[in-house]
C-alpha cells in the first residue's frame, strides 16, 4: 500500500506531464475522493496508506484525467458553485467560477433582497445560477427551463439537496413561449461560443459538456437573437434580466436588448477582467 502523499505526489507528476496547470490540486482532490477523505486531511496525514479498493480507483481516476481530460468535478460527480455543492451529470455544463459574476450582478442590482419576488432561469442547467439566487433571495420562488429533461432531472435533484425544491419548479422546454410570468428577474446563461470556435476550446470543456450548451451558432448569438425579443414581455414593469454572454460580445447583445425594449444597467466584468455579464431593465 502506498500512502496519500505518496499518491498525490505521482498524481502530481503525470497530470503535470499531461500539460494540466492545477495539477496539485487536482492531485489532491482525487487522491481524497479515492480514499474518502477531505482535502485537509490527505495533506495532514500524506503517511496515511491508501486502501487496496482506493488504490485501484485512483489508478482509472488519474488516467481518464491525464488522458482522456476529465474535468475533476466530472470525475467526482459535483462542483461547487457560490459554496454550495451542485450534482453534475453529462447532460449539464459544469458550472464556472465567471458564472458567480452574474449572482453578484443581480444581488448588487436588488433594492430589497427579503422582497417576495419571482426569478426565472432560461436554460437551467445544474439548476446553480437560480438555486444560489433563492438561497440568497429568502422570499423568492423560481422557474427554470431547458431543452434537456436528463437537465432538469439534475437542477430538481440540486434543488432536493438544497431544501429549496419547495420554492422551485423545472420545466422542460426551449424558452419563454409557455411562460407568461410575470418575473422580477429573468437569468440566463446561454450557448455563446460561436460554431468555428468549439474545437479551439480545452478538451475539459470540448469533450465533456454538452455540445447544446456551448454553440451559439455562426456568430454565438443565435440563442440571444431568439431570446431577446420575449424578455421584456415576461418582465414585470421595472423587471430586469441578466444575461452571461461570450468574449467581444458586449456591443451586439447590448444593442440586441436595446431593440427589445430593455435598458442597459451595466456590463460586468468576470475574474479575468473581460466583459461577461450584461444587466438590463424593462424601458
Given at each position: 500500500?502506498?500512502?496519500?502523499?505518496?499518491?498525490?505526489?505521482?498524481?502530481?507528476?503525470?497530470?503535470?506531464?499531461?500539460?494540466?496547470?492545477?495539477?496539485?490540486?487536482?492531485?489532491?482532490?482525487?487522491?481524497?475522493f479515492a480514499?474518502?477523505?477531505?482535502?485537509?486531511?490527505?495533506?495532514?496525514?500524506?503517511?496515511?496508506?491508501?486502501?487496496?479498493?482506493?488504490?485501484?480507483?485512483?489508478?482509472?481516476?488519474?488516467?481518464?484525467?491525464?488522458?482522456?481530460?476529465?474535468?475533476?468535478?466530472?470525475?467526482?460527480?459535483?462542483?461547487?458553485?457560490?459554496?454550495?455543492?451542485?450534482?453534475?451529470?453529462?447532460?449539464?455544463?459544469?458550472?464556472?467560477?465567471?458564472?458567480?459574476?452574474?449572482?453578484?450582478?443581480?444581488?448588487?442590482?436588488?433594492?430589497?433582497?427579503?422582497?417576495?419576488?419571482?426569478?426565472?432561469?432560461?436554460?437551467?442547467?445544474?439548476?446553480?445560477?437560480?438555486?444560489?439566487?433563492?438561497?440568497?433571495?429568502?422570499n423568492a420562488?423560481?422557474?427554470?427551463?431547458?431543452?434537456?429533461?436528463?437537465?432538469?432531472?439534475?437542477?430538481?435533484?440540486?434543488?432536493r439537496n438544497?431544501?429549496?425544491?419547495?420554492?422551485?419548479?423545472?420545466?422542460?422546454?426551449?424558452?419563454?413561449?409557455?411562460?407568461?410570468?410575470?418575473?422580477?428577474?429573468?437569468?440566463?446563461?446561454?450557448?455563446?461560443?460561436?460554431?468555428?470556435?468549439?474545437?479551439?476550446?480545452?478538451?475539459?470543456?470540448?469533450?465533456?459538456?454538452?455540445?447544446?450548451?456551448?454553440?451559439?451558432?455562426?456568430?454565438?448569438?443565435?440563442?440571444?437573437?431568439?431570446?431577446?425579443?420575449?424578455?421584456?414581455?415576461?418582465?414585470?414593469?421595472?423587471?430586469?434580466?441578466?444575461?452571461?454572454?461570450?468574449?467581444?460580445?458586449?456591443?451586439?447583445?447590448?444593442?440586441?436588448?436595446?431593440?427589445?425594449?430593455?435598458?442597459?444597467?451595466?456590463?460586468?466584468?468576470?475574474?479575468?477582467?473581460?466583459?461577461?455579464?450584461?444587466?438590463?431593465?424593462?424601458?
Open positions: 500500500m502506498i500512502g496519500a502523499g505518496q499518491a498525490v505526489r505521482e498524481a502530481e507528476r503525470r497530470f503535470t506531464a499531461a500539460g494540466i496547470e492545477s495539477a496539485r490540486l487536482d492531485a489532491v482532490l482525487l487522491v481524497a480514499a474518502q477523505l477531505t482535502p485537509d486531511a490527505v495533506r495532514a496525514n500524506p503517511a496515511r496508506p491508501l486502501a487496496p479498493d482506493a488504490e485501484g480507483q485512483l489508478v482509472t481516476l488519474l488516467r481518464k484525467r491525464a488522458q482522456d481530460r476529465v474535468p475533476v468535478s466530472r470525475l467526482i460527480g459535483k462542483r461547487e458553485f457560490w459554496s454550495l455543492p451542485f450534482s453534475l451529470s453529462p447532460a449539464v455544463l459544469d458550472p464556472r467560477p465567471d458564472s458567480e459574476t452574474l449572482v453578484e450582478a443581480v444581488i448588487r442590482h436588488t433594492e430589497n433582497c427579503a422582497a417576495p419576488m419571482a426569478v426565472f432561469d432560461l436554460g437551467v442547467g445544474t439548476g446553480c445560477l437560480l438555486l444560489a439566487l433563492l438561497t440568497e433571495f429568502p420562488t423560481g422557474k427554470g427551463s431547458d431543452i434537456d429533461a436528463d437537465a432538469i432531472a439534475i437542477a430538481q435533484g440540486n434543488a438544497l431544501k429549496l425544491a419547495g420554492r422551485v419548479d423545472f420545466l422542460a422546454g426551449d424558452g419563454l413561449a409557455d411562460q407568461t410570468g410575470p418575473f422580477d428577474w429573468i437569468v440566463t446563461n446561454p450557448p455563446y461560443i460561436p460554431s468555428v470556435d468549439l474545437v479551439t476550446l480545452m478538451p475539459e470543456v470540448r469533450n465533456h459538456d454538452p455540445v447544446h450548451a456551448l454553440d451559439g451558432g455562426a456568430d454565438g448569438l443565435e440563442v440571444f437573437r431568439k431570446i431577446t425579443p420575449h424578455l421584456a414581455t415576461r418582465l414585470r414593469p421595472g423587471g430586469r434580466v441578466a444575461a452571461e454572454f461570450g468574449d467581444g460580445q458586449a456591443a451586439a447583445v447590448k444593442e440586441l436588448f436595446s431593440a427589445n425594449d430593455l435598458v442597459c444597467l451595466e456590463i460586468v466584468r468576470d475574474l479575468s477582467g473581460r466583459e461577461r455579464v450584461i444587466v438590463a431593465e424593462t424601458a
